[in-house]
């Protein structure tokens, strides 16, 4: 969404400038081993790699998954790796990345409402039941509610919300307005209880202060999660993630209409059933694309044979005037129209 919300880069600049030694040992590694592209995502997914492989060393034969990923060749320098002559623990690295992610957000992440995007939302409403999948951190999307996600008031504290998994089972094929964080958010974190679920502050700040009280755990469930082998954490982090994973599975096999907007094709885990439903509906499927880029990698990499007869149907806005998001008006009303009529064809 390009409302002002901080991008992939300016986060990982941002990241980049963290006064934590171990973040800056690994990111001095990715740049010297060449690696131009990587990311704030790629920082992390080296740090939950390095844990599961500390922990690996630390219990051996007790279930806890060693992983053998691009990041292997950093355990020996890394989990070693000392400052101060004490040894320096991945988790409380992780935690410290997470802190600074969470920080960049709070600060640059308007906080007046969104109006534009409340406008699209509403507007959409008006024709349609929606389920909005998310793979951003912001809590952006969330302030154009009602939304329902699973979360309910909760008896222990007034700070947060926790997940109701029999209410989020017996209510999500059938509420309008539903939201999924799949990947985590900002407002996510843990509470000072015997479980180790995942609870939904009201504020992203509160969320944050949460983070400093965090007790490691291998089984611990980060807010947020990277994108790299995302699968293992909807499996394990199971309310709310795997929750939000299942029902998007539903709703992609239950629905042909499909808006995607500023999805770079880059988590598996999306595309293998974005192109089932394509595959199931066939040319009942129904997908708008909206990208500032002016290449359609979406369309290249996962919707082969779009506008092909017996195949989707695609409507496209891209580049930086037409494929901003949230769309003007003369566009939305563009992709409701097509959206709405090509559905009762």
């Excluded at 004490?86 to 802190?99: D, K, M, N, Q, Y």
């Excluded at 406008?119 to 909005?132: G, M």
């Excluded at 407002?187 to 400093?212: N, W």
């Excluded at 998007?248 to 598996?268: H, R």
Aim: contains cysteine; glycine residues 8%.
């Amino acid at each position: 969404m390009h409302a002002g919300v901080p991008s992939t880069v300016q986060v990982t600049e941002r990241i980049c400038q963290l006064d934590n030694c171990a973040i800056k040992a690994i990111v001095d590694s990715f740049k010297g081993k060449g690696w131009a592209g990587f990311s704030f995502e790629t920082v992390m997914a080296a740090l939950e790699d390095l844990q599961e492989y500390q922990e690996a060393c630390r219990f051996p034969g007790r279930g806890i998954r060693g992983t053998l990923s691009m990041f292997t060749e950093l355990a020996p320098e890394y989990v070693g790796f000392a400052h101060d002559g004490e040894p320096l623990h991945v988790f409380s690295t992780r935690i410290a990345l997470l802190g600074g992610i969470f920080d960049f957000f709070i600060r640059e992440t308007p906080q007046q409402h969104p109006e534009r995007l409340q406008a699209f939302v509403d507007r959409l409403r008006q024709d349609f039941d929606l389920t909005v999948l998310t793979l951003n951190y912001d809590d952006l999307i969330d302030r154009t509610g009602p939304w329902f996600d699973g979360f309910v008031a909760s008896h222990e504290s007034q700070d947060y919300d926790v997940f109701s998994s029999g209410q989020f089972v017996d209510r999500v094929a059938t509420e309008p307005n539903v939201l999924l964080h799949l990947h985590g958010s900002v407002r996510f974190g843990r509470a000072l209880r015997p479980d180790r679920d995942i609870v939904k502050y009201h504020s992203a700040e509160a969320a944050r202060e949460a983070l400093i009280g965090s007790a490691r755990s291998p089984q611990w469930a980060a807010p947020i999660v990277s994108g790299h082998q995302k699968e293992r954490w909807l499996q394990r982090y199971v309310a709310p993630l795997g929750y939000y994973y299942n029902a998007f599975v539903n709703a992609a096999a239950s629905t042909p209409l499909w808006l995607i907007a500023g999805y770079g094709a880059n988590d598996v885990h999306v595309n293998t059933w974005v192109m089932e439903s394509m595959r199931m509906h066939k040319e009942r499927a129904l997908v708008v694309h909206i990208d500032t880029a002016s290449c359609a990698h979406l369309v290249l990499d996962i919707l082969p044979g779009c506008n092909i007869p017996s195949q989707p149907r695609l409507k496209s806005y891209y580049g930086p005037t037409i494929g901003n998001f949230p769309p003007q008006n003369a566009v939305l009303e563009d992709i409701v129209a097509f959206l709405r009529d090509g559905e009762a064809c």
